[in-house]
Structure formats: structure tokens, C-alpha cells
């Protein structure tokens, strides 16, 4: 693959061949898109700088996204095509590019590991607690660095900020399932700790990262 083409309703991933001589051609539609993962044959890691680049005009407005997947160091370009060239076909443009680079960004989110106790700000010290439970759970924290709280606390420390549910996902990566215990430990960042808080209630709860600096 050479280059994908964006357009309003379909993704073109085109290939040439003979010196372009010869293209094919392979469509997936938006719906689709979900489906289809891109394998590159780089020989090792590869710095998503260096596989994107972003070019935006003297106003920041997005003009084009270069995609560099040729081991020769040959550039593929990625661009929205058809349209009138009016304004609303420019926005169109901006907004399936932008779009495309918010799901490389997460993407790249996702790839990284979290970060280790050592690299999050020093558990606030606590020694008064309203229950054992909260000391039992706070003292996990802080002794034990895979612990359920801990680990929870690394995850919402990484991401900022995530919804209740998508917190229970990442923890149940981990190893660990929504019970009790899981809401004990985010009782304890919340309420004991306060490095974290929580707004609205229920699985679309948001849970903020609000202690030290990220």
C-alpha cells in the first residue's frame, strides 16, 4: 500500500505497480473501517513522527496529512478528495483528517505502558481513616505496587481523566473485575488521598486526575 484516500463515505487504499504503470485499488467504507488493521513492515519500533507528518497553513487550518510507509524513505500521501473546493468541502476535508489524527493519538495512547510508581508524584500521607477497610485498602496503596489501588491509580494518572466504565476496562486488563473492592480503591484516591475526583455518578462518572502534576 501507497496510499489511502479519504473521502466523505469510503477509505481507498491504492498500490502501485511498474513505475505506476499499474494501480490497484482496494475500498473500505467508513462503517467498515473498524475492521481493517494496517501492518507495517518497518524492522523494528518506529517513532509515529516519523510516520506522520501534518501540514497546516500560516492559520493552523489543516492542509494535508503525509503518511511516510516506503523503506526508502518515498512519502504516501494521505488526503480527502472530491467535493466542490467550496468552504464546506475544506471543513470536510479538516474534519475527516482531524478526526484521523485523534484516532493515531490514541492509538499511540494505548500502546504505552503506565507509567511506574516512581514516576507519579509521592503518595500523600494519611494515618487517620473512617474504617479499616479504607486503612486496609489505603495501606495496599502504598505498600504494594501492583495492588488493585495502586495500579488504579497509575491508570487514572496516565489517561487524566476517563469515564467510570472505561476505568473498570482498563482494570479489568489487569486482572481485576468490578466488585466491591475496585470501588473501595477509588474511594481511597478520592477520599483519602483527594488525588482524584469524580463528577456525575453511575459507569459515565468522569474520574479526574487532580493531585500532582502530570
Not at 35 to 60: C, F, H, M, W
Not at 150 to 161: K, Q, V
Amino acid at each position: 500500500m501507497e496510499e489511502i484516500n479519504i473521502q466523505s463515505d469510503q477509505i481507498i487504499l491504492r498500490e502501485e505497480a511498474f513505475g505506476g504503470l499499474d494501480t490497484s485499488e482496494f475500498t473500505i467504507s467508513h462503517e467498515e473501517a473498524g475492521s481493517y488493521q494496517l501492518t507495517l513492515n518497518t524492522g523494528g519500533p518506529v517513532a509515529l513522527n516519523s510516520l506522520i507528518e501534518v501540514k497546516r497553513d500560516d492559520t493552523g487550518n489543516l492542509e494535508a496529512v503525509v503518511l511516510n510507509v516506503n523503506p526508502s524513505g518515498g512519502q504516501s500521501k494521505i488526503e480527502q478528495i472530491g467535493g466542490d473546493g467550496g468552504e464546506s468541502g475544506t471543513e470536510q476535508k479538516s474534519d475527516a483528517m482531524d478526526q484521523m489524527m485523534d484516532n493515531l493519538q490514541q492509538a499511540k495512547a494505548q500502546n504505552r505502558p503506565l507509567p511506574t510508581r516512581i514516576e507519579l508524584p509521592p503518595i500523600p500521607n494519611r494515618n487517620q481513616f473512617p474504617n479499616k477497610t479504607r486503612s486496609k485498602f489505603y495501606n495496599l496503596l502504598v505498600d504494594t505496587e501492583d495492588s488493585q489501588p495502586a495500579i488504579m491509580r497509575r491508570i487514572i494518572y496516565f489517561h487524566g481523566e476517563l469515564t467510570r466504565q472505561e476505568l473498570v476496562n482498563e482494570m479489568k486488563k489487569h486482572g481485576y473485575k468490578d466488585s466491591g473492592s475496585l470501588r473501595e480503591s477509588l474511594t481511597v484516591l478520592e477520599e483519602d488521598t483527594g488525588e482524584v475526583k469524580r463528577h456525575g455518578q453511575g459507569d459515565d462518572a468522569r474520574i479526574e486526575w487532580i493531585g500532582g502534576q502530570r
